[in-house]
Nanobody, 122 residues
Framework: QVQLVESGGGLVQPGGSLRLSCAAT????????MAWYRQASGKERELVAF???????DYLDSVKGRFTISRDNADNMVYLQMNSLKPEDAAVYYC????????????????WGQGTQVTVSS
C-alpha cells in the first residue's frame, strides 16, 4: 500500500508563487510516473504535469513556462513549483503515482493523494 500526502497549498495573490510537495510512503519498488492533477470547482480533473521514472517531463500547455515539476528519488518526494499564478490556476491539486509496484512481482497499482487547495485571489 502506498500513501501520497500533498502539502504546500494556500492562498496567494495573482503573480505569486507556491511550491506543492507530495510525499510518497509505503512499499515502492518501482513506478512509471508521478503526476500532478488539478480540479477546479465545477470542472473536470486535468493533468497539470508529469515526470516519468526515466525523467521525461511534460506540462499542460497553460502552465508551461510557469510551473516546474521535480522529484527527489531518495526521499520519494515530488514537487510542483508554481510561479506567476493566475486566478484560473485555482483548484484542488492532487498528486498521483502511476503503475506502482511494491515488489518486482507485485501487480501495478495507481494511487491518489487527498489533494491540497490552491486559491489565487487578490
Amino acid at each position: 500500500q502506498v500513501q501520497l500526502v500533498e502539502s504546500g497549498g494556500g492562498l496567494v495573490q495573482p503573480g505569486g508563487s507556491l511550491r506543492l510537495s507530495c510525499a510518497a510512503t509505503g512499499d515502492i519498488y518501482s513506478f512509471k510516473q508521478m503526476a500532478w492533477y488539478r480540479q477546479a470547482s465545477g470542472k473536470e480533473r486535468e493533468l497539470v504535469a508529469f515526470i516519468t521514472s526515466g525523467g521525461k517531463i511534460d506540462y499542460l500547455d497553460s502552465v508551461k513556462g510557469r510551473f516546474t515539476i521535480s522529484r527527489d528519488n531518495a526521499d520519494n518526494m515530488v514537487y510542483l513549483q508554481m510561479n506567476s499564478l493566475k486566478p484560473e490556476d485555482a483548484a484542488v491539486y492532487y498528486c498521483r503515482a502511476e503503475r506502482v509496484r511494491a515488489t518486482l512481482w507485485s501487480p501495478y497499482r495507481d494511487y491518489w493523494g487527498q489533494g491540497t487547495q490552491v486559491t489565487v485571489s487578490s
